[in-house]
């Protein structure tokens, strides 16, 4: 933590910053500066905790609050918008179902007034049901699709983006070697989803089969099912970890690079790896930002909650980035350089604890 105290005989100050304003390169102090006449000394304690201490010469008062303001900018207001991943992050590892402290506070979170937007990789028909009863308003937001199609829990479209049907085919050509591919269609029913060897897809993605198989068609070649005017949400490759690498890859190295957007989630316990394949520009943090716009709410007062590669995006918008503990190694590496804080683990219920967290400070704010 970072505290500024301002003492004096008659009056005091004290307020927490946020992760990133440590000093950034080996969590040394930064040293002494002055502001105006008023000293203002910052001295490192032990745990990485540093205070800034203020005085006036020959004064009874603390110097102003205005008088560090350039310290105390960036200070994370309290939470109103809150953007949580699903699996491996709200979810269980082994498991479908939000747990009972988490579900708690997603409510208690809205009750106090804070947004909770769910976002995730999954498409909306396949993350409603997961909340259809947990009591949550009808008007929760849920960024689907990773950030392509943006609705809420009762229905209602928020935001929608289409990849062009040309560009996909284009992709199916490319990535069919490295393992299945898969494309979303925004519509009900048969057909959403469209692959063309469901036995191979069964083997690398079993649940996920089981779970889509009413929304599956089998089409062969798959390119059929891409026409012109039709235009799919969302693509998906999927495969081993070094299959999907390999597949990225190939994929920036094409002439389709700059005309869809990728991102890969792993799940190493699984060798499984999904490379997700968006229209340009489109991620969780894009339409994060667009969600915020629209509900008039600062970045500073966004949280986001995440585990994988497709949430760094909106991690890396939110002001208050939330990395889980058991989040891939290379992106809590990542989040020590972005100032991303850590939750405990998906099984320790580590959305819960943030939320907890949250509302408690709020509290304290108010009070």
């Not at 269980?92 to 208690?108: I, K, W």
């Not at 036995?199 to 089969?209: D, F, K, N, S, T």
């Not at 490379?275 to 915020?292: F, T, V, Y």
């Amino acid at each position: 933590m970072i505290h500024f105290g301002l003492c004096a005989r008659r009056a005091g100050f004290r307020q927490t910053l946020p992760l990133h304003q440590r000093a950034s390169a080996g969590w040394a102090p930064v040293g002494l500066c002055f502001v105006h006449d008023h000293g203002v000394a910052l001295t490192a304690h032990p745990l990485h905790s540093y205070e800034i201490t203020g005085w006036q010469r020959g004064r009874d008062l603390c110097p102003p609050f205005l008088s560090i303001a350039n310290y105390t900018e960036c200070m994370h207001p309290p939470v109103r918008l809150v953007a949580i991943d699903m699996d491996g992050t709200l979810l269980p590892a082994l498991g479908q179902t939000v747990g009972e402290r988490n579900a708690r506070a997603l409510r208690a979170a809205q009750e106090a007034g804070i947004t909770v937007a769910i976002a995730t990789g999954r498409r909306a028909a396949y993350t409603v049901p997961l909340f259809e009863d947990m009591g949550l308003r009808a008007d929760t937001p849920l960024i689907t699709s990773n950030g392509a199609v943006v609705c809420t829990l009762g229905g209602e479209t928020i935001d929608r983006c289409h990849m062009s049907a040309r560009v996909a085919r284009g992709l199916c050509g490319l990535l069919r070697p490295f393992g299945t591919v898969v494309f979303t269609f925004d519509r009900p029913g048969r057909g959403e989803l469209v692959l063309e060897d469901l036995e191979q897809a069964h083997g690398r993605i079993a649940l996920w089969v089981e779970a889509n198989r009413n929304a599956i068609e089998v089409v062969k070649p798959l390119e059929s099912a891409l026409v012109d005017g039709d235009d799919p949400i969302q693509g998906m490759g999927a495969g081993t970890i070094q299959r999907m690498k390999a597949a990225e890859k190939a994929l920036k190295a094409s002439e389709w690079a700059q005309q869809c957007e990728s991102v890969r989630t792993e799940y190493p316990t699984r060798d499984l790896s999904i490379l997700d394949l968006l229209p340009p520009g489109i991620s969780k943090g894009w339409a994060l930002e667009r969600l915020a716009a629209r509900l008039g709410v600062d970045r500073k007062e966004t949280m986001a909650i995440g585990d994988n590669w497709n949430d760094a995006d909106m991690l890396e918008w939110a002001g208050q980035g939330i990395v889980m503990a058991n989040a891939a190694p290379e992106l809590r590496t990542l989040a020590k350089t972005r100032g991303w804080k850590q939750a405990p683990s998906n099984d320790d219920d580590g959305v819960a604890v943030v939320l907890e967290a949250a509302l408690a400070k709020m509290a304290a704010t108010r009070a």
